[in-house]
Every structure is written in C-alpha cells, then in structure tokens.
T-cell receptor
Framework: DQQVKQNSPSLSVQEGRISILNCDYTNSMFDYFLWYKKYPAEGPTFLISISSIKDKNEDGRFTVFLNKSAKHLSLHIVPSQPGDSAVYFCAASDTGTASKLTFGTGTRLQVTL | DTGVSQDPRHKITKRGQNVTFRCDPISEHNRLYWYRQTLGQGPEFLTYFQNEAQLEKSRLLSDRFSAERPKGSFSTLEIQRTEQGDSAMYLC????????????????FGPGTRLTVT
C-alpha cells in the first residue's frame, strides 16, 4: 500500500508564478516530512522539511505547509524559475523508529518561460 | 564536507553474476541508508546502519542481498546471482543521529549506482 501519495505526476507552471506540489499520507505515525528535488541521473537533493509540531516552514522561495488533520502537505515555490524544473519527491518519517524515509512517486515540475 | 559518494555510477552485468556497490557517507554522519529506485517510483528503503550495526532490513532485501558497514564508515551492498528484476538505481544516504539545529532527520543522498542486468 502506498503510504505517501503524490497524485499529480506532472505540473507545468510559467516562470515567475507559484508552483504548488501536493502530497497526502495515510500513516498517522509519520511525524516528520521532507521534500526532495531530483534531476535525471542524480540522487535526490534535500530541499526543506517540517516537523508535525509545526504547520509551516519557510526557506527562501520554498514553503512547506502541513495539515495534520487532513494528512496533507504541500510545497510552494515562489517565484518559480526554469532551474526548478525537476522531479519533486515528498517523503515521510516516523522518528520514533529508524527514521527511514517513505517516499511518494514524485511530481515532475516543468517551469516554462 | 564532500557529500555522499557512490561507486560505481553505472554497472552492467549479466544475469547470475554477483555485483558489489560502495557508499562513502558524509564523514560526521553515523547513520547510513540504502534505497532502491525503479522507473516511475520513489526510492524504496532497503536497509539502515547506525555506526557498524545493521538495525533494520526491508522485506525487499531478499537473501541474495547483503550489506555491510564494517568500521562504521563506508558501506557495501552486494547482490548475488543477479536477476533482471534487480535492475534499478541503488541510492545511499547518510544522516546524523545527533541533533544539530533541527537537522536530525534529513538524509543526504549520493548520486546513485545504476544497475542494469542483461
């Protein structure tokens, strides 16, 4: 069963506009959430994370929002830039155990000029 | 900090052969993870070490797979009698179990080893 879901396989956004990537999870034991960015033939690069004790975390152009009651998180990128074009993975962890990450299937973001 | 490195980056092997991959984590990280990623999927957890102890193994890790981290530094992942279904990107990640500015749980990934079994 897919415990972390990214239901949009792809997203196209114009340069300068906001990109919103969504993620849903089912395991209520997850208490730490991360977003990774991946270019082809490279490993995932850590972007931003959020603990379940918060509902928002910002880092520059990237903001992650967490809605625990809905088991939903989103990544906002403002403004979007062509270099942001990549596959974005949502990941979740139950920090009470081994902190292994459970990943979604990814959303391919394309930022157009 | 030179990041996580993996060797080789690409490996092509014939079915039935054994292969071994190496991962060198970030030097101050005591946790090391192996993941596998196939096309269209996110990385899937395989196994995890804290220092030299292997603390968890996924059910994805069949008996043909073995991982070691003998001195708590680099790690190797060996696949014996490779099958075509083993073709995937094998990713290594490391993290610290010691709290540092809220970065306790972030895992930092290497570039991966792409395995193709023919």
């Amino acid at each position: 069963d897919q415990q972390v879901k990214q239901n949009s396989p792809s997203l196209s956004v114009q340069e300068g506009r906001i990109s919103i990537l969504n993620c849903d999870y089912t395991n209520s034991m997850f208490d730490y959430f991360l977003w990774y960015k991946k270019y082809p033939a490279e490993g995932p690069t850590f972007l931003i994370s959020i603990s379940s004790i918060k509902d928002k975390n910002e880092d520059g152009r990237f903001t992650v929002f967490l809605n625990k009651s809905a088991k939903h998180l989103s990544l906002h990128i403002v403004p979007s830039q062509p270099g942001d074009s990549a596959v974005y993975f949502c990941a979740a962890s139950d920090t009470g155990t081994a902190s292994k990450l459970t990943f979604g299937t990814g959303t391919r973001l394309q930022v157009t000029l | 900090d030179t990041g996580v490195s993996q060797d080789p980056r690409h490996k092509i092997t014939k079915r039935g052969q054994n292969v071994t991959f190496r991962c060198d984590p970030i030097s101050e990280h005591n946790r090391l993870y192996w993941y596998r990623q196939t096309l269209g999927q996110g990385p899937e957890f395989l196994t995890y070490f804290q220092n030299e102890a292997q603390l968890e193994k996924s059910r994805l890790l069949s008996d043909r797979f073995s991982a070691e981290r003998p001195k708590g530094s680099f790690s190797t992942l060996e696949i014996q009698r490779t099958e075509q279904g083993d073709s995937a990107m094998y990713l290594c990640a490391s993290s610290s179990s010691r709290t540092s500015g809220g970065q306790l749980y972030e895992q930092y990934f290497g570039p991966g080893t792409r395995l193709t079994v023919t």
